[in-house]
């Protein structure tokens, strides 16, 4: 009888492929080392938040009455996430429930679906980024200075980061309660910056987007899921 052959195609041998699996499987449990790192906190974190939050950032980068204000607290919240939502899918934050990973989700539609579950974070992460930048933008106008621009802006986003686990585990009904009034606040306090309703008529694209954000928020309120 012939011998089996033990490479796959490619030429990597079984025993290669199981290692390689185990590699895998410590880095998607949050033991790997600097590779699954990067995959968490650029590849999931930044690639996901520049694209679900895209149409805050471009209001962030279309203020232009303090634009170093407002550019630097936008990349310091969005770098702030982007870590702690690293540090959450490798599990090593614990903040008594587990970060849920997009990838879990299959695409189709509706709110509990992946197209639903995508809007859905979207509304967080673009409320989250609003919310960072012109707070931290407001800091540095007040005369706290960039130091506190950087503070606040990474504050409220490693603040909601560490909190969304907690609040797509909690009861439909007061989930949504808290979700409603983040969204509401984050939305009044972008909307209140000095510049901005300016904006709405000078360049109609930051309205649209402001007004995308608050359909994203509304979805993901009323959608009436249990966990978020």
Same mark, same amino acid.
């Given at each position: 009888?012939?011998?089996r ?7 990597e ?9 185990r ?19 650029v590849?999931?974190?930044l690639?996901?938040?520049? &694209?679900? !939050?895209l149409p805050? #950032?471009?209001? /962030?980068?279309?203020?232009?009455s303090?634009p +170093? %204000?407002?550019?630097? =607290?936008?990349v310091?919240?969005l770098a ?8 959450l ?6 903040v008594g ?6 990838e ?11 197209y ?9 992460l ?8 012109? &707070?931290? !933008?407001?800091?540095? #106008?007040?005369? /706290?200075g960039l130091?506190?621009?950087?503070? +606040? %802006?990474?504050g409220? =986003?490693l603040c909601?980061?560490l909190?969304l ?6 009861p439909?009904r007061t989930s949504a309660a ?7 606040v ?11 309703v300016?904006?709405?008529s000078?360049a109609?694209?930051?309205?649209l987007c ?14 009436g899921?249990?966990?978020?």
């Amino acid at each position: 009888m012939a011998p089996r052959n033990e490479s796959s195609r490619g030429g990597e041998t079984r025993p290669r492929r199981r290692r390689r699996n185990r590699r895998r499987q410590r880095g998607d449990d949050g033991e790997g080392g600097i590779d699954a790192w990067l995959d968490a906190t650029v590849y999931f974190g930044l690639g996901q938040h520049l &694209l679900l !939050a895209l149409p805050m #950032l471009w209001v /962030a980068f279309m203020t232009v009455s303090t634009p +170093v %204000a407002v550019t630097t =607290a936008a990349v310091v919240s969005l770098a702030v996430a982007c870590l702690a939502i690293g540090a959450l899918r490798m599990n090593a934050v614990s903040v008594g429930a587990p970060w849920h990973r997009i990838e879990d989700s299959e695409l189709g539609l509706g709110p509990d679906a992946g197209y639903g579950f995508l809007l859905r974070r979207a509304a967080y992460l673009n409320a989250t980024l609003g919310l960072g930048t012109f &707070l931290g !933008a407001r800091a540095d #106008l007040a005369g /706290a200075g960039l130091v506190g621009s950087v503070v +606040v %802006a990474g504050g409220v =986003a490693l603040c909601a980061m560490l909190a969304l686990p907690r609040l797509r585990a909690a009861p439909a009904r007061t989930s949504a309660a808290a979700a409603g009034a983040y969204y509401a606040v984050s939305l009044l306090v972008v909307a209140a910056f000095p510049g901005t309703v300016d904006l709405f008529s000078l360049a109609p694209s930051v309205a649209l987007c402001v007004l995308a954000v608050a359909v994203a928020a509304a979805f993901d309120v009323m959608s009436g899921r249990d966990r978020r």
